[in-house]
Nanobody, 126 residues
Framework: QVQLVESGGGLVQAGGSLRLSCAASGRTFSSSAMGWFRQAPGKEREFVAAIIWGGSSTAYADSVEGRFTIPRNNAKNTVYLQMNSLKPEDTAVYYC???????????????????WGRGTQVTVSS
């Protein structure tokens, strides 16, 4: 059974930092790009960041470029989202996603991701 479990969400003041974690299990992720998406109330789910598995190629949404990074630990099958200089508009439920085996390009299209976590809430107060 494939599982992506997010953790690390919470309430933070504007300008602060949070680090989200996504622990993946249930299949081989060694050839699957991983990504983070978010959905704010009343808005569609949007791409945040993605990374290939086994390399250093990444992709970021313009809105988070320079503030967020997506490191990963291959040995632990874990992907992180380091969020710095947080803004109230970053408030959303953040979802971890994995592409199917062999799909190792960090795309921003949600339909290209096969597996999803249940999400973790991030709230940034002004």
């Amino acid at each position: 059974q494939v599982q992506l479990v997010e953790s690390g969400g919470g309430l933070v003041q504007a300008g602060g930092s949070l680090r989200l974690s996504c622990a993946a299990s249930g299949r081989t992720f060694s050839s699957s790009a991983m990504g983070w998406f978010r959905q704010a109330p009343g808005k569609e789910r949007e791409f945040v960041a993605a990374i290939i598995w086994g390399g250093s190629s990444t992709a970021y949404a313009d809105s988070v470029e320079g503030r967020f990074t997506i490191p990963r630990n291959n040995a632990k099958n874990t992907v992180y989202l380091q969020m710095n200089s947080l803004k109230p508009e970053d408030t959303a439920v953040y979802y971890c996603a994995a592409r199917a085996y062999g799909r190792n390009w960090p795309t921003g299209n949600s339909y290209e991701y096969a597996d999803w976590g249940r999400g973790t809430q991030v709230t940034v107060s002004s």
